[in-house]
C-alpha cells in the first residue's frame, strides 16, 4: 500500500493536479519545507489541506519537475524515508538544479497525513535568489 500512495503523491506532484494532491492527503495534513523562509517562497510550515495545496501550487509555480528519482527507501510503521535525486528547472530563469533530498512521509490509512522536506537548501536558495 506504500507505494500505491507514493506513486499517486508523485504523479500528482508532476501533473501539479490539486485534485489528485488533495484525494491523497488527509484533511489535516501538514507539510514542512525546513529552508530559509524569506528566499525560499515555500519554505516552512504548511497545515491543513488547503494551505498544503496552496505550498504546491508556489512551488509550481517557480519550478518544474524535471526527474525524481529514488535513491534510499527506509520504511516502518505508518511512514517513509525517501532519499531521492531531484532534478527540478526554475521557471524564471531556467536554471536547472540537480540535488538530493531526503522527504518523510507519515499515513494515515492510504493518505498522507505528514510530509517533511529535508533538502539542499542552500542549492535551491541561491537558484531563488537570482529570481
Do not use: C
Amino acid at each position: 500500500m506504500t507505494q500505491a500512495i507514493l506513486d499517486r503523491w508523485y504523479a500528482a506532484l508532476r501533473a501539479g493536479d490539486a485534485a489528485a494532491l488533495a484525494a491523497v492527503t488527509t484533511d489535516d495534513v501538514v507539510v514542512r519545507w525546513n529552508g530559509p523562509a524569506g528566499i525560499v517562497p515555500w519554505a516552512g510550515v504548511w497545515e491543513g489541506r488547503p494551505k498544503v495545496l496552496t505550498f504546491f501550487k508556489r512551488v509550481a509555480e517557480h519550478l518544474e519537475i524535471l526527474g525524481i528519482d529514488t535513491v534510499h527507501r527506509i520504511e516502518g510503521e505508518g511512514g517513509v524515508v525517501i532519499v531521492l535525486e531531484g532534478h527540478w528547472r526554475v521557471r524564471a530563469t531556467g536554471e536547472e538544479l540537480k540535488v538530493r533530498a531526503a522527504n518523510l512521509f507519515r499515513f494515515e490509512g492510504d493518505r498522507v497525513a505528514a510530509y517533511e522536506v529535508y533538502p539542499d537548501s542552500w542549492s535551491f536558495a541561491t537558484a531563488m535568489a537570482k529570481v
